[in-house]
């Protein structure tokens, strides 16, 4: 069994930054993956950036050159830095384990934490 905490989450105005983190723990197994998807009132829950093992990246388009994704397998943290925020990115914002592969594909294995609350005001 795999936990997902997430933290960091809150109100900042549009232009401001966040810091997201999240804390693993469990039976990673082969699960060499971590990620951060998103999901706003009405939509689906949605890939925002990923990493592997050997911090390869990968971002949604809506979030290029904004948002840096980070892992510190000692600590067994991954974290988001979201900068220039926008109202848009609202959203909770979830942790996610998975297979990261051939240099481009993130697949989550179905473990969620609780999700962290962004709010970005106009």
């Known amino acids: 069994q795999v936990q997902l905490v997430e933290s960091g989450g809150g109100l900042v105005q549009a232009g401001g930054s966040l810091r997201l983190s999240c804390v693993v723990s469990?039976?990673?197994?082969?699960?060499?993956?971590l990620a951060w998807y998103r999901q706003s009132p009405g939509n689906e829950r949605e890939l925002v950036a990923a990493?592997?093992?050997?911090?390869?990246?990968k971002y949604a388009d809506f979030v290029k050159d904004r948002f840096a994704i980070s892992r510190d397998d000692a600590k067994n943290t991954v974290t988001l830095l979201m900068e220039n925020l926008k109202p848009e990115d609202t959203a909770v914002y979830y942790c996610?384990?998975?297979?990261?592969?051939?240099?481009?594909?993130?697949?989550?294995?179905?473990?969620w934490g609780q999700g962290t609350q962004v709010t970005v005001s106009s």
């Open positions: 996610s384990t998975g297979h990261y592969y051939d240099g481009d594909y993130y697949k989550e294995a179905g473990y």
């Open positions: 469990g039976d990673t197994g082969t699960l060499n993956g």
């Open positions: 990493i592997d093992h050997e911090e390869t990246t």
